[in-house]
């Protein structure tokens, strides 16, 4: 089953800089995720969100990140002024309801240097 | 909070035997999802397999069955006949049975498929 598509599949940027990663579903989804995984840890959540607005959202999340709908399509993750530790691999999930089943997307490798 | 345990840094089976994946949760909620979430290489996360926890009979996926103990918060996953292509990184998910709710992962389990 086709889930979502995340663009771009590696972005390189310098510290300091600000960042757009996006995910595009495939099919009208309601709920969307990010979540990051810093190599070799485990994968953690970062925002929900859900109505084009944010549902719940980690202690990660902090105002250096944000996220909006801004076509009605595509699902951005913003990270500004990116430091080093940004460095992991940033995934998108939808979902068709709360509790519902949560597929990813390949993911955006984010490299900072 | 919820926390997620996979005690099993690594483990390993030979091609066609049947390994054991074992994860632990703790929650104080009585309604909620489990998952085994595969990750190979490519670091894409693919779902193996959904367990919901109002049902006792535990969720089969082919070769994929889990062992769904409520009472001990226990959720280990087994895989049979096991193949070159099951070798990756598992992971055990728990998710909250209210809208938007995050995935809580494990650490991981690293699974080697020896031929």
């Known amino acids: 089953e086709p889930e979502v598509t995340q663009t771009p599949s590696h972005q390189v940027t310098q510290m300091g800089q600000e960042v757009i990663l996006r995910c595009v579903p495939i099919?009208?989804?309601?709920?969307f995720y990010w979540y990051r995984q810093i190599l070799g840890q485990k994968v953690e959540f970062l925002v929900s969100?859900?109505?084009?607005?944010?549902?719940?959202k980690s202690e990660i999340f902090d105002d250096q990140f944000s996220v909006e709908r801004p076509d009605g399509s595509n699902f951005t993750l913003k990270i500004r002024s990116t430091k080093l530790e940004d460095s992991a691999m940033y995934f998108c999930?939808?979902?068709?309801?709360?509790?519902?089943?949560?597929?990813f997307g390949p993911g955006t490798r984010l490299t900072v240097l | 909070a919820q926390t997620v345990t996979q005690s099993q840094p690594e483990m390993s089976v030979q091609e066609a035997e049947t390994v054991t994946l074992s994860c632990t949760y703790d929650?104080?909620?009585?309604?909620?999802?489990l998952f085994w979430y595969k990750q190979p290489p490519s670091r894409q996360m693919i779902l193996v397999i959904r367990?919901?926890?109002?049902?006792?009979q535990n969720a089969t996926e082919n070769r994929f069955s889990v062992n769904f103990q409520k009472a001990a918060k226990s959720f280990s996953l087994k895989i049979s006949d096991s193949q070159l292509g099951d070798a990756a990184m598992y992971f055990c998910?728990?998710?909250?049975?209210?809208?938007?709710?995050?995935?809580?992962f494990g650490e991981g389990t690293q699974l080697t498929v020896n031929p």
């Open positions: 999930a939808r979902g068709t309801s709360g509790g519902d089943t949560q597929y």
């Open positions: 099919s009208n989804h309601l709920y």
């Open positions: 969100f859900y109505n084009n607005e944010i549902s719940e």
């Open positions: 929650t104080s909620e009585s309604d909620y999802y």
């Open positions: 367990q919901e926890a109002y049902k006792q």
């Open positions: 998910a728990y998710l909250e049975e209210t809208s938007g709710s995050r995935l809580t």
